[in-house]
């Protein structure tokens, strides 16, 4: 069976639609490339201001609330499990977690690694005029409301 140019034409169509809604759908579950926000002005947020920014407070993420304790401890509340773990921040503003009792992360980034006995997450955040924004791997996660103090 032969496919005529028409033919062709029209899976070609389609299955570039489908690229593009996948590409958009991607993009409203995890959020828009964080390159989108340095282009428009935005600016990474370095060590120092990263650990005052966290150290002390707890941030509310959709999935739960994260304490980061002042000596670098960390408690969770995620998915309403209470865990504990450590957190560290590098002289280029990347936070990470490590959290020895979590199974699976649902963080879908380069940045996320499960050993069999802990998971390690990372991520860091940009001021986009104002607003501090969170970005793991190439998707900006968005804005977390942080609170003074331990708010599990």
């Given at each position: 069976m ?10 070609i169509?389609?299955?570039s639609?489908?690229a ?11 959020g ?10 935005a ?8 650990r ?14 994260v304490?980061?304790k ?15 773990g ?18 699976t992360?649902d963080?879908?980034d ?5 050993t069999a ?11 986009d ?13 968005g804005?977390?409301e942080?609170k003074?103090?331990r708010?599990?």
């Amino acid at each position: 069976m032969l496919i005529t140019k028409a033919e062709l034409i029209l899976f070609i169509a389609v299955v570039s639609s489908l690229a593009a809604c996948g590409s958009r759908l991607e993009n409203q579950l995890l959020g828009p490339d964080p390159q989108v926000l340095i282009n428009g002005g935005a600016t990474r947020i370095g060590g120092e201001q990263t650990r005052a920014h966290v150290s002390g407070n707890t941030e509310v993420w959709k999935e739960g609330n994260v304490y980061y304790k002042p000596d670098g401890e960390l408690e969770l509340r995620w998915h309403k499990v209470r865990s504990r773990g450590t957190w560290e921040v590098n002289a280029n503003g990347v936070v990470c977690w490590n959290v020895p009792d979590w199974k699976t992360l649902d963080l879908p980034d380069a940045t996320s690694v499960q050993t069999a006995r802990s998971a390690r997450s990372c991520h860091y955040y940009l001021d986009d005029h104002g607003k501090i924004t969170t970005v793991q791997g190439k998707y900006v996660v968005g804005v977390h409301e942080i609170k003074k103090g331990r708010k599990l």
